[in-house]
């Protein structure tokens, strides 16, 4: 009987209740399906950040022909009823038939098909901020309506897209003598982003703004509908920008009347090799510092902001560290300078580094931080030699600055040693919670403590930690909701009093960084509903009780995996259905049978697996929480909505964001 089950199973039947899986069910995506289908994996996700992507993607290219010497202006026009315009007086894109798809001009392959697009040619273009080709196609298939305008040879072209679909051939519309380029017309589909979803002028301002400062020779002209500029934000309906002096100007902006440290700015621009590697920045001190946190660092790439920094800004960090040091020894302050280190040479600077490249390689499609290793050595070659001759031609200038960063180092290893004393006083003072598996290391620096929901799954990280580092703090389920407790509520709280105590700071105003007893502190739930709840309390609390802990970033999200996939002997794990799907489609594409399963929650996964997924930092995962400093009244707004008392705030907030939710797993 077994036999001849079986012997049926293989020659194509099916046991009783199994479903029907046939070639049928095989989907194969084409085009740009999969941006629509996926907009995360292109643009991050559907948020408003995303939104903005879009336009960052558009006017890209066009600086891209600026960069490369064929484009002098930019046009960026925000209409009325949502229209989002580029124009630029580059070469256009091409308009002839494609060589591999003679029935289809080059332009419609551009915008239709992934990969495709000049970037990839260096003769084309030596350097670029788009490198996968994917950016302007991109847009299109988040558009509901976008229409391509190319000038070339006295000749004006156009073609209509609606939502990634060409909506005819490419037209010759007439003469234009005086007109050469593109212009680029486009609207977000609201089926992606939302019906409310709009760009927001401020923002589209600040962005077209930096990248005049980014090419010295583009002039960028913006245009806003004077009703948006008087509903939604306080810029002018129209401005030019041009900025000559590049990133010095910018940074002499961003200074306003701060005092300074040296009165003059070190800027500098190298000389492009072999259309390569080209580097300017712009560095200046302040006492006064930036904003919430001392620094203010922005890089650049091909003129696309890496927030996340990445290998020029360490070169830059290298340069001006090392150039400081070498002027010490010259000056007899060598011993002095030994303690400096590029964090102190970065304190209360501001500075501004863009590079140009061939082929650079990003984390992630949106580009938040640069990765080629070559790029740390162009920077700090084409930076170092400048900086030496910087401090040399101005001593007095230069010692000022060594003697200002000597005593930040200085003041930094009081500061450690304090720790280091009122740590282990702490610890013989404090009644630490009993169920607190506290580290080894006396000392905060290099240590974190993770706050993990339930004791099954504190279990876990307590054997898959690193016990000279890493401290445990389970909690029972999820803690007290601070924004709709009264004080009083709170005080008693035991779960918010164990967390208190382990981290050896008071609340509110009697909280003070510098009793912190970890470097940092990681929030560890599980990858579900529950889990996100249980981290947005905590995250509510934090910002509420110990807000000067994010505004330092010392408070981050671990990121557990959703999936174990396996195929034969080789294993991945994915932390969400978006990555699940996209590690299926680029690494397990060999033959055998695709086994995925499920962590149904932390306590679940045995403790080498949490350690490689979740704990090790050479292997794991974390998200930085942040404040949005510069939108910080609507994250207030939003913090009050999320988590009061009123829920009538939280049922309108579900109603008009409902339309993003595209699954819900119950």
Known sequence: MAAAAK???????????????????????????PVRLRPGMYIGGTDDRALHHLFAEVIDNSMDEAVAGHASRIEVELQADGYLSVTDN????????HPKYPEKSALEVIMTELHSGGKFNSDAYQT?????????????????????????????????????????????????????????????????????????????????????????????????????????????????????????????????????????????????ENGHGRVEWAVSWTPEGFGEGDSLVRSYCNTVPTPGGGTHEAGLRAALTKGLRAYADITGMGKKSAIITPD???????ALISIFIGNPEFQGQTKDRLSNSEAQRIVESAV???????????????????????????????????????????????????????????????????IVEGESAGGSAKSGRNRKTQAILPLKGKILNVESASADKISKNA????????????????????????????????????GAHIAALLITFFYRFMKELIDEG???????????????SKSEY?????????????VFTGRGKIEIGRFKGLGEMMPAQLKVTTMDPKTRIMARVTIDAENLPSTEALVETLMGKRADLRFQYIQEHATYVEELDI
């Open 128 to 272: 670029s901020g788009g490198l996968h080709g994917v950016g302007v196609s991109v847009v299109n298939a988040l558009s509901d309506h976008l229409i391509v305008e190319v000038a070339r040879g006295k000749k004006l072209y156009r073609q209509e897209f609606k939502q990634g679909t060409v909506q005819g051939k490419l037209a010759m519309i007439g003469d234009t003598p005086n007109r050469r380029g593109t212009k680029i017309s486009f609207h977000p589909d609201a089926e992606i982003f939302g019906a409310k979803a709009h760009f927001k002028p401020a923002r589209l301002f600040r962005m077209a703004r930096a990248k005049a400062y980014l090419q010295p020779g583009v002039e960028i002209r913006w245009k806003c509908a004077p009703d948006l500029v008087e509903k939604l934000d306080t810029v002018p309906a129209e401005a030019v920008f041009h900025f000559p002096g590049g990133l010095g100007d910018f940074l002499k902006e961003t200074l306003g009347n701060k005092a300074v440290i040296t009165p003059n700015i070190f800027a500098g621009r190298s000389k492009q």
């Open 384 to 450: 170092r030699d400048p900086f030496d001759h910087w401090l040399a031609n101005s001593p007095k200038e230069a010692t000022t600055l060594l003697e200002w960063v000597i005593e930040i180092a200085e003041s930094r290893l009081k500061r450690r040693k304090q720790r280091d004393i009122n740590r282990k006083s702490a610890t013989k003072r404090l009644r630490l919670p009993g169920k607190l598996a506290d580290c080894s290391n006396k000392a905060a620096k290099d240590t974190e403590i993770f």
């Open 344 to 350: 102190d040479v970065m304190s209360s600077a501001g």
């Open 574 to 586: 994915a932390i969400d259905d978006a990555h699940k799907d996209r590690l299926i489609e680029t």
């Open 7 to 33: 012997k049926d199973l293989f020659a194509g039947g099916k046991t009783k209740g199994e479903a029907e899986y046939s070639a049928k069910d095989i989907q194969v995506l084409e085009g740009l399906e």
């Open 495 to 530: 779960e918010i009093n164990d967390l208190s105590t382990a981290l050896g700071v008071g609340l509110g105003k009697k909280f003070d960084l510098e009793d912190l007893r970890y470097e940092r502190v990681i929030i560890m739930t599980d990858a579900d509903v529950d």
């Open 90 to 97: 580059g070469r256009g894109i091409p308009i002839d038939p």
């Open 554 to 568: 010392r408070l981050y999200m671990a990121m557990p995996p959703l999936y174990r996939i396996q195929q034969g």
